[in-house]
């Protein structure tokens, strides 16, 4: 089994996630008593969070290159940055560490062409559905996006980082989530792509009209393909 370093505490609550997954999927592929053999570096959100409303990229990708840098000296073969929004600076990441780091957006859009899916709607944080680091990715696949929708993403933003980061899941988060997935499903879209590694809290993933795209299934599932691939 090949080691695994995952950088988490964007949210905790997704690392949490992450972690799960990625052990039950190892425990059923090869039984037993098995379970994955990885890394964490769990960062504190805050300092995050500082620097993105204060528009500080570099700095940001700064904290992120000397993660990247523990989990490889630790033994890590590959990284995975376990949040979506965080992407916004993996150019400035992935060339620093000599190891590679998966990128999210890749994973999903190559499950999604390997499905078939031509087209999609996005959904997730506000920068991950409006700015381009994200959506350029999915499109390179061959997957045609819906435009977003700039009422809704300020709505699903303030659900993620008011309420899910925190670990809470509001009925009237869920029936908004779900008035917003049935809007989605009237256009013309193949499906959604949950564009943040929390919204599966208040999104049941496996019973809506569209086949739904969950990021952190989908990437934590990758990680899983690396570590029992052959070296």
């Known amino acids: 089994m090949r080691k695994i370093g995952l ?29 994955a053999q990885l890394s964490i570096e769990s960062v504190n959100y805050s300092d995050y969070a500082r620097l993105q409303s204060d528009d500080d990229w570099d700095a940001a990708a700064g ?13 890590a073969t590959a990284i995975l940055i376990c949040s979506n929004a965080m992407h916004k600076i993996y150019e400035q990441v992935a060339p620093e560490v000599g190891v590679p780091i998966l990128h999210i957006a890749d994973c999903v859009g190559d499950k999604m062409v390997a499905n078939g899916v031509k087209n999609a709607a996005l959904i997730g944080t506000r920068n991950v559905m409006t700015e381009g680091f994200y959506r350029k990715r999915l499109v390179a696949k061959g997957v045609t996006l819906s435009p977003p929708d700039e009422n809704r993403a300020e709505e699903i933003d303030r659900i993620i980082y008011e309420e899910l980061m925190f670990s809470q899941a509001s009925r009237d988060s869920e029936r908004t989530m779900k008035t917003f997935l049935t809007n989605i499903a009237k256009q013309e879209v193949e499906a959604i792509v949950l564009g943040c590694t929390e919204l599966a809290m208040i999104v049941d993933t496996k019973a809506n009209i569209l086949p739904i795209y969950d990021s952190m299934e989908i990437h934590a599932d990758a990680a899983v393909e690396w570590m029992l691939s052959e070296n």
């Open 63 to 75: 904290l992120m290159i000397r993660s990247a840098k523990r989990l490889e000296n630790a033994g």
């Open 7 to 35: 950088v988490g505490g964007m949210s905790w609550v997704s690392t949490e996630s992450y972690y799960r997954r990625i052990n039950s999927e190892v425990q059923r592929r090869l039984g037993g008593f098995s379970s």
